[in-house]
């Protein structure tokens, strides 16, 4: 007896005989179907390449498209922030022109209207201090006129006192009881106090007859105090011719120095009135130019404050369109700056994909 391990050897070698003419027919076959296979795959690697490359090839000349519309896109959008900018810069420079032109005509009227301030308040001052003087000077005037004039009517009082005196002295010497010793001691004191009226007057004595000193000579009663309408009907009387010369003459001068008097008085009052008009027409155009003067340094000080006020205003719109020119100008560096260089970087990229390409 044969083991089975023996006997499975014996079948397996037996059946490798039986197939060795097969696999000699199989090889030749096998070999052609290789090459063909072989070949067809090549040609499929081939196909599968170029499709890949024109992939690539799509893909670059994409990109190539994409850096065109960036910088396309980067260049207008930097155009209008350049031309927005530009723009913006203009309208602060002419801001700027502006506010500086409005800033040095606002200071020169500024200084002008400080200046008419200060002349207005020294005229001002000036304009009371006359006016001032003035009224007091109209105050004066009036009180040496009421002075005058008081003079006047006690002079005229005594100066129409004595010429009635005279008068009645003249009646009673020319009288029935002219030859008396008490009539001729009124008659002394008449002309005595009629001779005290015209030197109060500050006349000289004149043309009255000799002998007149030696008449005088004595007290006398008051003559203003006796009543000569009891003699006025009586008849006349011859009588001392020197007393009755010397009283007509002296009435004549009494007479003349009351005209004199009035007239003085007339042409005072008259000085008075033109001066007192005078003073009263400065009065009148100091205190209207006192009024003008206030409402023109009113409106100068108005002004003042408006100039003050713009000024202010003016600078602080020429600091912040400076400060917004420099801000504009460092942004504008600022992007110009990130526009170059992505543009650089981008034109980098560009030309390794074109070289890719």
């Not at 696999?23 to 030749?28: A, I, R, V």
């Not at 810069?89 to 209207?113: H, P, R, V």
Request: glycine letters at 6%; a negative charge; charged letters at 25%.
């Amino acid at each position: 007896g044969r083991s089975p391990s023996a006997s499975m050897q014996q079948r397996r070698a037996s059946r490798a005989m039986r197939a060795a003419p097969m696999l000699l027919l199989f090889f030749p076959l096998a070999a052609a179907l290789g090459l063909r296979g072989a070949a067809a795959g090549q040609a499929q690697t081939a196909a599968t390449a170029r499709g890949g490359l024109d992939e690539v090839i799509s893909l670059l000349q994409g990109m190539l498209q994409k850096f065109a519309a960036h910088f396309n896109e980067d260049r207008t959008n930097w155009e209008a922030y350049t031309a927005l900018a530009d723009e913006q810069e203009q309208d602060k420079q002419a801001f700027l022109t502006d506010q500086k032109s409005l800033l040095s005509s606002t200071t020169a009227l500024l200084n002008a209207k400080r200046d008419e301030v200060a002349k207005l308040t020294t005229d001002l001052q000036t304009l009371a201090t006359d006016i001032a003087q003035t009224q007091s000077s109209l105050k004066e005037l009036a009180d040496l006129r009421a002075k005058e004039h008081e003079q006047h009517e006690a002079e005229l009082a005594d100066l129409l006192k004595s010429i009635a005196a005279v008068t009645k002295a003249t009646e009673v010497l020319a009288g029935q009881y002219a030859a008396t010793p008490e009539n001729v001691a009124l008659i002394r004191r008449t002309v005595q106090m009629g001779i005290t009226s015209l030197q109060v007057s500050g006349r000289q004595v004149q043309g009255l007859p000799s002998g007149t000193t030696e008449f005088l000579q004595g007290a006398n009663p008051d003559w203003l105090k006796k009543d000569g309408s009891a003699y006025e009907t009586y008849n006349t009387q011859g009588g001392g011719t020197t007393v009755l010369n010397m009283l007509e003459n002296l009435r004549l001068q009494l007479e003349e120095t009351k005209t004199q008097s009035i007239s003085k008085e007339t042409e005072s009052r008259q000085q008075y009135e033109d001066t007192r008009l005078a003073k009263e027409e400065e009065l009148q155009r100091s205190t209207t130019d006192q009024k003008e003067k206030s409402a023109r340094k009113l409106e100068a000080e108005a002004t003042v404050e408006q100039c003050v006020a713009t000024i202010d205003q003016a600078n602080t719109g020429i600091q912040e369109a400076e400060q917004f020119l420099r801000v504009l100008a460092a942004d504008t560096a600022k992007f110009q700056s990130e526009f170059d260089d992505r543009n650089k970087l981008r034109q980098a990229e560009r030309a390794a994909t074109q070289a890719a390409l």
